[in-house]
Structures are given as C-alpha cells and as structure tokens.
DNA sequence: CCCTTGACTATCT
DNA sequence: GAGATAGCCAAGG
C-alpha cells in the first residue's frame, strides 16, 4: 500500500485537529502547516477518508468560500455546523475571527449588492 | 504508461 | 465580482 497516503494523512489529520472552535483554515494552509506544500488538493481527499470526530468543516479555501457547491447538502451541513461555533456566513463567504481590513469588514455586514 | 479527476490556489481578463 | 487559465500532484482506470 501506499506508504505516503497513509503518513500524510496522519499529518493533515493532527493538523485540523489542531484548529480550535471558532477558528478557521485553508486547504493550503493546512497541507502547509503539516509539512506538504502545494497539497492542499490532497488534504480534500485526507478529509474525505477522516474520522468522525475531526473537525473538517473548519476547513474552507483560501478565499474564505466553502469548498462545496452553494446547492449541495455538503454546504448546507458545513455552514450549519461552523454557524454552532459562532462562525456565520455572509454574502458566501466566511467571516474571519481576525478582522484586519474594515473594507473586507464593512462589505461582509453590508453585502456587494 | 497515458489520461482523467478533484472538498485547491494564484493570476489575469 | 465572476470566468477562464494555468499550475499543482497523488490516485485510479
């Protein structure tokens, strides 16, 4: 078998493990902070075959979108169970817990509209 | 061995 | 902001 899947897969594992409620991370944040660059397409597969208990929906793409289709019961789940830990969505995208930029801030509260 | 597939990302129109 | 495009890379057919 492949030895490879197997080691990454404990890696990414610990690292979304290792993302506390409230908190949120990229696919290619997470392939990097395991020790994987350029992996972060891997990491959906490593969340597909991951246990119950990880917290994979706290894991989105880098534009802060979920990764699944708007439509999909995938997303309905996964922004149900961010918005169980405080984290909402607005205009389909994640608000961040660390609000930088009041641009980014004043669009998510107003909507693009 | 070649081709296709993604729960991806960065860049350019 | 929404598409299109090109990298990315292991897995499976």
Redesign the pocket.
Known sequence: M?E??SK?DQAIWQTVAAIKPGQVM????VARSAGFP????????A??R?PEKLP??R?I???FTL??NTDSE?YTL?QGLLEKEGIYII??KVIPTEQDSEKSLD?LMWG?E
């Open positions: 492949s490879f899947r990454f990229s696919y290619g944040q350029r992996h972060a397409r891997m990491v959906s597969k969340m597909a991951s994979w929906h894991v793409k880098s534009d990764a699944f995938a996964q205009s389909g669009e693009p």
